[in-house]
């Protein structure tokens, strides 16, 4: 049994409302997808398959490879189909692994029995088969076993992330409320943008925007920055597919002429964390960062671009009373100034971007964490075409 050439069904998890980003990544990497649903997509592939994918995706959050189905009514029949499964041909003698689980069944009220019941399962075959007991933990540091149980239904997978692949681990100060690295992406991969034009984005907090943007631009990888994934801790791990594919992320980063990423904050302190943060990322040379109010943002007029911007929205920062004027401000930079761009904001309050004042040409649906939210679009036209812009904000 090599699970690393054998094929099977692998789910790739993302957060909610980020599948479409991610199932369009899947085939840019050339894979053909089989189903995308709510929280991620379906494929066919080997562990092997695996490795490139934890490298590459921005907008995933765990590649999961199938091991097994079955029809659990109960904890205990969970426990017996685990138990049953060749856990000494997959896990490591003397290794450590952990169990993860997305349980939603009558007879269990809390997801740590089922997982307690998958580890005992484990372990007990491990030690009829090999003699020993593997060590097993919370901490994601080596193999990780997933149970997917709904209703009678279950399956256990080998994740072959580990920790989740949504944070890139490029940023080291977060900063307040910072915006997950996957959900950043997957914004700017819905917006209009061609990776070349300006790219503007004021109240830029710990940077996490301008550094996707960048990282989008000149194809830098989340995998550039992780050394350790769950896929390295299987029986039948050849380091060389690893190291391979771990090239290759250095070989495929481009560059971009002229690229112009522009992100300012009116926090200095902001700002300095937003640089560190792109110094660990690398793209800290492709940022042009300052200090200064939104409105004082230069947007350059030669090459339209977009404009984007994520302001506080009063779930968990700022002033809701305070923040109307912020919004209508951001509305009237948008008109005044930034002619010919796409504008794009980005809030979970959807009663402050009514002051934004201007018609949505589009209005995108994402989540922060639990807040529902939207990717505000604005076709911002320049010359005379102002006057049929603010007609139609006016009617709105």
């Not at 692949?165 to 950043?184: C, D, N, T, V």
């Not at 100034?337 to 809030?347: A, D, M, P």
Request: hydrophobic fraction near 40%; charge should be negative; charged fraction near 25%.
């Amino acid at each position: 049994m090599n699970l690393f050439t054998e094929k099977a069904v692998i789910i790739i998890t993302c957060p909610k409302r980020l599948a479409p980003y991610l199932e369009q990544e899947i085939k840019e990497l050339g894979f053909t997808t089989e189903e995308t649903f709510v929280t991620g997509v379906r494929i066919t592939g080997t562990i092997n398959d695996c490795i490139r994918l934890n490298l590459n995706l921005r907008c995933a959050s765990q590649v999961l490879y199938s091991l097994k189905q079955f029809n659990a009514e109960n904890a205990d029949a969970v426990y017996e189909n685990v138990r049953d499964y060749p856990w000494e041909n997959i896990l490591i003698e003397h290794g450590h692994f952990s169990i993860t689980s997305n349980v939603n069944n009558e007879t269990i009220n809390n997801s740590m029995f089922a997982n307690l019941r998958v580890k005992d399962a484990i372990v007990d075959r491990m030690r009829e088969k090999k003699g020993f007991r593997p060590t097993t933990g919370s901490e994601l540091t080596g193999a990780v076993v997933h149970l997917f149980w709904k209703n009678e239904h279950a399956e256990i997978f080998i994740d072959t992330s580990g920790d989740s692949l949504g944070r890139h681990g490029y940023r080291k100060i977060p900063g307040q409320a910072p915006m997950l690295e996957a959900l950043a992406a997957a914004t700017i991969y819905a917006t209009r943008w061609d990776r070349k034009s300006p790219f503007v984005n004021p109240m830029c907090g710990s940077g996490t925007v301008a550094i996707e943007a960048a990282m989008i631009a000149t194809n830098r990888r989340p995998g550039l920055f992780r050394t350790n994934y769950a896929f390295m801790h299987i029986q039948g791990y050849d380091e060389t597919v690893y190291v391979r594919e771990d090239a290759l992320l250095e070989k495929q980063i481009v560059d971009v002429p002229g690229l112009r990423i522009i992100a300012t904050d009116y926090s200095a302190r902001a700002i300095e964390n937003a640089r560190k943060n792109a110094i660990a990322a690398g793209v800290a040379g492709l940022i042009e960062f300052s200090v200064c109010d939104f409105a004082a943002t230069e947007i350059p007029g030669d090459v339209p671009g977009i404009f984007y911007v994520n302001p506080e929205y009063g779930e968990r920062l700022g002033d809701v009373t305070e923040l109307e004027g912020t919004y209508a401000r951001i509305g009237d930079f948008m008109k005044q100034k930034c002619g010919g761009y796409w504008g794009y904001v980005f809030t979970g309050n959807l009663e402050l971007a009514k002051k934004i004042g201007l018609k949505a040409k589009r209005r995108i649906e994402f989540y922060t964490s639990t807040i529902d939210s939207r990717l505000f679009e604005y076709e911002l036209y320049s010359g005379s075409r102002n006057a049929i812009r603010e007609s139609a904000a006016g009617s709105n």
